[in-house]
């Protein structure tokens, strides 16, 4: 299926996109109005950008439904600071109940049940309960349309980080596996991070990989090896040789038990490789196919 946005409705191209861009971390928006009235509302529109200077930018759009703006776009256009509190998997419940479309006068603090901690550096106050809160002064606010639908661009810069001391490892710095973000996707569909799903893919940026180019064609074209293994193979940084003292017994048994059939021993080679990449072990995986 092919689509061209310009066809869709509005909740046709919400859906779509927010079921493919995903998942889409939640920026957890505390702003005040000029009088000083609180707001709190999550939007997973929302990002980090750049480093050095430290920006972020979540869109509050314009409502689908019948083009009004959000409190939290109001908010920042009078007064631009903010503290975007870090949902994790313990808020998410508490966090879609904020979302709720409450008149300006409430503060969602109260109704979502979270507690109120003042900021050092801004005024709107920050969510007790995120296990990192970043206060952010607004640089920017760029409108990207005017009719429903639109997002807004709200620029920020990070001033301050508050991290949960229980979130750091001995060097102080975060320990990725111990903080459970939530993430948003299409629809109602969220997804929890803990150590369960994560994984590490190794940086190819210092050395360069070999590529898929300078693969062999058996393992180019294989049946079985998927992107994946490829990719984990043209990732070596120089192409292996053959090790004379590489010793697998279940290498030997392939060997001589397909030793009439090749095509069969082709494809238990690559299945036995396959199964090594799956354990990391990629010089082994190598080898294993080097050997026919
Ligand atoms: C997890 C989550 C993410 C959301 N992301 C966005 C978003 O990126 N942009 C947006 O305009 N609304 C988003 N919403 C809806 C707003 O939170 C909702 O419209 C809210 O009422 C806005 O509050 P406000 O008018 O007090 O600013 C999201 C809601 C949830 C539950």
Redesign the pocket.
């Known amino acids: 299926m092919q689509l061209d946005l310009r066809d869709l409705s509005i909740s046709e191209k919400q859906n779509y996109l927010q079921h493919a861009v995903a998942p889409r971390p939640?920026c957890f928006a505390s702003t005040v109005d000029g009088k000083g009235n609180i707001?709190l509302?999550?939007?997973?529109?929302?990002n980090l950008f750049s480093i050095n200077p430290p920006v972020v930018i979540?869109?509050?759009?314009r409502r689908g439904r019948d083009n009004t703006t959000?409190?939290?776009?109001e908010n920042v256009l009078q007064v631009p600071e903010v503290v975007i509190n870090i949902v994790d998997y313990e808020m998410v419940q508490q966090?879609?109940l904020a979302?709720?479309?409450?008149p300006k006068e409430v503060n969602?603090f109260h109704k979502a049940g979270f507690t109120q901690e003042t900021a050092t550096m801004v005024r709107p106050p920050m969510v007790k309960e995120s296990k990192v809160k970043l206060e952010c002064k607004v640089l920017e606010i760029k409108s990207l349309g005017e009719s429903g639908g639109a997002g807004n661009l709200v620029i920020c810069e990070v001033l301050l980080m508050h991290i949960d001391d229980g979130l750091l490892n001995e060097k102080g710095m975060i320990d990725q596996t111990k903080l459970h973000h939530v993430a948003?996707l299409g629809g109602d569909w969220y997804c929890r991070v803990d150590e369960s799903n994560l994984f590490k893919v190794e940086k190819p940026n210092v050395k360069l990989g070999i590529g898929f180019d300078a693969l062999p064609s058996s393992v180019r074209l294989s049946k079985i090896l998927s992107g994946n293994d490829l990719g984990q193979l043209a990732n070596v940084h120089e192409m292996p040789e053959v090790d004379a003292s590489f010793d697998d017994n279940h290498l030997k048994q392939i060997i001589q038990y397909y030793s009439v059939n090749p095509e069969e021993m082709e494809k238990e080679i690559h299945l036995y490789a396959k199964k090594l990449l799956s354990q990391g072990k990629i010089t082994a995986a190598w080898q294993v196919l080097l050997s026919v």
Do not use: L
Not at 41 to 46: A, D, H, I, L, V
């Open positions: 939640i707001n509302s999550p939007f997973s529109f929302f979540f869109s509050p759009s959000k409190h939290t776009y966090t879609s979302s709720g479309e409450f969602e948003r």
